[in-house]
């Protein structure tokens, strides 16, 4: 079907109200209205649509509302179209075609978040927006009462992670970050049996980064300026990074090239593989306390300057040596005195091979199971019991690539303090915790 006529039939499908026997809503699966989850969207781009789909299946959940400040343009993965209207016509769609969603009341496209965090009846939010619009709309929802499922990474910094962590917790919140490798029991099984010893003690770790700055979103020949596109806010877009021209290479999927929204692969990616070596090294609300040996390559386009090829380690107080690069195989391996696992998405190796038999004994550690990311974060939302990506864990494990990226934009080693959360002895390098914010924005903390 072309893209017009599913747009027609879609919102044709959706624009009535639909009415069945309440005797329907008892069917096995099925949620009654009024106790149903009433989630909002903000950040219908790539990854928030994505998990947009992940949501909707789930019986216990309305999305009533889609928030972005792009109407409707390509750009985005592959040079697709996203947008705030396409994922509207996405939700209503879904719920006009199952006759079993009771009596449906549309679903409100907003341009301002700040709009979608004022509705009192919205109960969750799922926030997927790039990183430097991450720390005000989660602290925001936080003070609103609203529980948040919020994409990797967890921050554009390191301060603005800790002011996220602290808005969740005075507020008791229930926050998921989008690491959703927790939820895959490859990644699982690899971090038992690490955690419990099947590979002895515990040396290195070594975490495969892809590397360079590729062209997702079919736009990267376009950095000089041009006219802003009709239905897309730039100036929100920007929101408090700095004053910039329009470029279609510098927004939608591409952003995370550009150091003032990003990090780069060193951060996009950090919310994943790293996040899993805490996991396994049991580290999860800690982190290293030196960074060394650093080592990269940056782009050089007219307007993306992230890594390209790096290397970097951070030593933990153990001594155990976690290595982020790159240069190495992707995926996970931690190597120990007896053996090693290396894992990823798709599979897991282990040496000694009977170790992939490994089950955890009735004494032994079991990390919190889930097989399913976004039901995870629902079920928690009903029983108030943390997810099993929780913000804390989420910003101890992006800590390590901020840190790695200052280390390696100052060219030197650093010396860290994960209780204080501060670089000892190098006030340029503490400097670099934290970015200014374009007026009017700023985090309010109360």
Known sequence: MRRREFLQSAGTLASAPLFIPASALGRQGNVAPSNRIALGVIGTGNQGTGDMLGFLPDKRVQVVAVCDVNRETPGYWDGAIAGREPARVLVEWHYARDKRAGLYRGCTAYEDFREVIARKDIDAL??????????????????????????????????????????????????????????????????????????????????????????????????????????????????????????????????????????????????????????????????????????????????WNTATDYYFEAIYENDVKLIVSSRVRGGVTFEGSDGRVWVNRGGIETSPMSLLDYEPGPNDVRLYRSDNHYRNFIDCVISRQEPIAPIEQAHRSISIGHLGNISLRLGRDLRWDPKQERILGDDAANQMLSRPMRKPWAIHLS
């Open 126 to 303: 799922l926030i997927a927006l790039p990183d430097h619009w991450h720390s005000i709309p989660v602290i925001e929802a936080a003070r609103a009462g609203k529980d948040i499922y919020g994409e990797k990474p967890l921050s554009l910094t390191i301060a603005e992670g800790r002011a996220m962590c602290d808005a969740v917790k005075a507020n008791h919140r229930v926050f998921q970050c989008g690491s959703q490798q927790r939820s895959d029991p490859r990644f699982r099984k690899a971090c038992e049996i690490v955690r419990n010893g099947g590979i002895g003690k515990l040396k290195t770790v070594t975490c495969g980064l892809p590397g360079g700055t590729p062209d997702l979103g079919k736009t990267g020949d376009r950095q000089d300026p041009e006219p802003v596109p009709d239905g897309f806010n730039y100036d929100m877009w920007l929101g408090p990074a700095p004053e910039a021209p329009y470029a279609p290479a510098r927004c939608f999927v591409n952003f995370r090239w550009i150091l003032d929204y990003s990090g780069g692969q060193i951060t996009d990616w950090g919310g994943h593989h790293p996040d899993i070596a805490q996991w396994g090294m049991g580290t999860v609300l800690t982190g290293p306390v030196a960074i060394r040996n650093g080592q990269a390559q940056w782009a050089k386009e007219k307007l």
